[in-house]
């Protein structure tokens, strides 16, 4: 069912870096502000989760100390699946498991009874901490977008865009022009109609408008589509 990497890298047939599109606001807020909260744990998660990763994340996830479930409020309704967090703690709380220090994790879950300000660490543990976190650019280094059909055929598209320094608000499809695809619950984007054969251009943008356009030449459900490009750094937000 794996397709070889020197395959899934043909997919992507093209690339190009566009100029500023739409921000969402709710999302760079969460880079401009810390959060108090609290922090608890959930254990190994085994993979899975709302953000529909399955069993590997993105390699970014390597670089960051704990993938977490984040609370609801900003989950943002999975916009902010595959974002990095730096998590401070203070060692103040209840438990047996004090979380200390400063580190990174990686948003691949959703704590629904969670408040504001609260993750919830995909690592054994125990108790309730003290904490602050503040959304940050996640550290991709050289790595490109990734991309993940799932369930998709010539009328149905569900595409997944990995491994993106920010999150993704916005994607589009190229049929005669660009079309507004639906964001989904467990962080795909959706389009219906169709059919579509061969290749097709697909745009994306970060939340704070920088996009990318890629053509990607074919529909392949559950692998890793490596992508060509990268959104750059942005030096008004943390990194």
Known sequence: MWLSLSLLSLLLVGMRVEGAGPVNSAALNLYKHAFNGDATYYGDSGGGGTCSYGVQNPPVASLAKIPVALNKPQFLNSLMCGSCWQVTGSGHGL???PVTGTF???????CPGCQAGDVDLGVSGDGRWDISIKAVQCPVGNGKLDYKF???????????????????????????GWQKMQHSADGFFLHSGGPIHGSFRVRVTAINGA????????IHNDVIIHGKGQFPLDSSLPH
């Open 95 to 97: 438990g047996n498991n």
């Open 211 to 218: 996009q990318v356009i890629d053509t990607i030449s074919g």
């Open 150 to 176: 799932q369930g998709s055929n010539p009328w149905y598209i569900k595409l997944q865009v990995q491994n993106a320094r920010l999150p993704v608000h916005m994607m589009e499809i190229d049929l005669n």
């Open 104 to 110: 990174m994790v990686f948003v691949d879950d959703l």
